[in-house]
């Protein structure tokens, strides 16, 4: 996780997060998932979608890939249980 990322996660509260979109490259950065990963993702509807910001740009809402990243952490807690 890049420096930028860790002050998203400890420096921003929660609720101003859950309004905030992030760009590909911080999802990325985030998840530490590939390109084609999250996309394939979304295919399967495993990952959140999008929001179409124009014809050309794309972002996600924060809190959105958050959530999906406390589920694989609680997913995996889970099946250590």
């Not at 979109?21 to 993702?41: E, H, Q």
Request: with cysteine.
């Amino acid at each position: 996780m890049n420096p930028c990322s860790r002050l998203i996660y400890y420096f921003i509260s929660r609720s101003h997060l859950m309004a905030s979109l992030i760009k590909l490259k911080a999802v990325i950065n985030m998840t530490g998932l590939s390109r084609s990963s999250i996309y394939a993702l979304i295919q399967k509807r495993e990952f959140p979608k999008p929001i179409k910001l124009s014809e050309r740009s794309s972002a996600w809402v924060v809190s959105e890939v958050q959530d999906w990243i406390e589920s694989k952490i609680q997913q995996r807690d889970e099946e250590a249980a």
